[in-house]
Structures are given as C-alpha cells and as structure tokens.
Nanobody
Framework: QVQPVESGGDSVQPGGSLRLSCTVS????????MGWFRQALGKEREAVAS????????VYKDSVKGRFTISHDNDNHITYLQMNSLRPDDTAVYYC???????????????????????WGQGTQVTVSS
C-alpha cells in the first residue's frame, strides 16, 4: 500500500525555521509529483507547494513564496519542505501527498493538475507561537 509519511513537525517561535520530510512507503523509486498541504484548525485544507520531481518544476502558494522551499532528493526518494521566517498563521497540520501517474508532471506545468494527488499522509503538526 502506497503511503506518504511525514516527519519534522514541531513548535517554534515566530521567525524560526523547520524542515519537514516525506517518504513514500509501498513504492519503489521517485513519485512523479509530490505536494505539501496544510490545514489549520477550523479551516479548509490548502495547497502549500508542489513539485514535478523529474524536472524540478515547482508551484507555491503566494503567501509562502520566498519563505518556503520544496525540494526532492531523487537518490533517497525524500521530499522536503524547508520553512523559514515562520509566522503564527503558518500553524497547521501539514500533509504530504504523492501522485504516481506520470502525466501529473505535464499537467502541473500546464496548470491543469489541480492538486489531484492520489495518496496522502497522516500529517505532522507545525505550531508557530511565542
């Protein structure tokens, strides 16, 4: 069974940094597309960043541009979300998602993928508070 697994969530002060990691169990190799999402208490889940791993093409939510960086280690099959300059409104459960259909990359570049990930992790809590 394909299952993304997140790690790295923690409590930090405003202005701090965290790096989230995601591996995909039940699948050998690199998932063509990976994404990070978040859901704050009482709010809907929202996309944070996505990556087409074969080309390193990336998409970011406007509010995290310049602060967050998504990356993928092709050798170790790990997807990261480096989060800098964290703010209280970044507090949320962060989810990793994977898509194994190879067409996702072309769709992502064309803007038609619509975050249609098939596999989702259980989430890791990020709390930003003084």
């Amino acid at each position: 069974q394909v299952q993304p697994v997140e790690s790295g969530g923690d409590s930090v002060q405003p202005g701090g940094s965290l790096r989230l990691s995601c591996t995909v169990s039940g699948f050998t190799g690199n998932s063509p597309c990976m994404g990070w999402f978040r859901q704050a208490l009482g709010k809907e889940r929202e996309a944070v960043a996505s990556i087409y791993t074969a080309s390193d093409y990336k998409v970011y939510k406007d509010s995290v541009k310049g602060r967050f960086t998504i990356s993928h280690d092709n050798d170790n099959h790990i997807t990261y979300l480096q989060m800098n300059s964290l703010r209280p409104d970044d507090t949320a459960v962060y989810y990793c998602a994977a898509e194994l259909d190879g067409s996702c990359g072309v769709k992502m570049v064309a803007g038609t993928f619509n975050d249609d990930f098939a596999f989702w992790g259980q989430g890791t809590q990020v709390t930003v508070s003084s």
